[in-house]
């Protein structure tokens, strides 16, 4: 079993649609969780980062926790062909420092 | 800003060469990290290191070693590159896990490395 799993997609929304972005682990001792955006060529940058079980909301985005479930998503709300990209899911565990990423989640918004 | 460098964006190499890539972060991170990323199997793990002079290998280490002589700066080397070696190589940096709520990664730019 992987450590973290996404669905690879790809995703398509229409233009100012929510976008909705699912990722599992498989560590309960798990404690920190973040959403990187690729773009084509382009390595990975941070848009979110959740500790606490709940909505973590910035901007257009909204992170989401559930701890009990080993669950963490992202939302895209009024979603814009600037955000086609690769949404990676990270999870860092208690252990050390290492990071587990997802392979991915494609997202294209069509205009 | 948190800033990290990588020292080529794109590198083309021979087999059997002695490569070296560099990377360099200005934020005063402990950690340093090398993956590297490939289509379909995502960002995997080389080596990190979590102070000067150490380091400890991630999950695909062969055919890597890696060098931490300042805090700054975290080197990949290539000892003989290998067709297979042919990959994005991207460098990130954190705080150690001590400091809580700020562990997140940066990523440098990422070197494009073909090997011929």
């Known amino acids: 079993q992987k450590e973290v799993e996404q669905n690879s997609g790809p995703l398509s929304v229409p233009e100012g649609a929510i976008a909705s972005l699912n990722c599992t682990y498989s560590?309960?001792?798990?404690?920190?969780f973040f959403w990187y955006r690729q773009y084509s060529g382009k390595s990975p940058e941070l848009i979110m980062s959740?500790?606490?079980?709940g909505d973590k909301e910035d901007g257009r985005f909204t992170a989401q926790l559930n701890k009990a479930s080993q669950y963490v998503s992202l939302l895209i709300r009024d979603s814009q062909p600037s955000d086609s990209a690769t949404y990676l899911c990270?999870?860092?565990?208690?252990?050390?420092?290492?990071?587990?990423f997802g392979t991915g989640t494609s997202l294209t918004v069509i205009p | 800003d948190v800033k990290v460098t990588q020292s080529s964006r794109y590198l083309v190499k021979r087999t059997g060469e002695k490569v070296f890539l560099e990377c360099v972060q200005d934020?005063?991170?402990?950690?340093m990290f090398w993956y590297r990323q490939d289509p379909g199997l995502g960002l995997r793990l080389i080596y990190f290191?979590?102070?000067?002079?150490?380091?400890e290998k991630g999950d695909i280490p062969e055919g890597y070693s890696v060098s931490r002589e300042k805090k700054e700066r975290f080197s990949l080397i290539l000892e003989s590159a290998s067709t297979n070696q042919t990959s994005m190589y991207l460098c990130?940096?954190?705080?150690?896990?001590?400091?809580?709520?700020?562990?997140?990664?940066?990523f440098g730019p990422g070197t494009r490395l073909t090997v011929l």
């Open positions: 959740i500790y606490s079980n």
């Open positions: 290191s979590y102070d000067v002079k150490m380091k």
């Open positions: 990270a999870v860092n565990r208690d252990t050390g420092n290492q990071f587990y």
């Open positions: 990130a940096s954190s705080f150690r896990q001590t400091y809580r709520l700020r562990d997140e990664q940066f």
């Open positions: 934020m005063d991170h402990e950690n």
């Open positions: 560590d309960r001792v798990s404690q920190s």
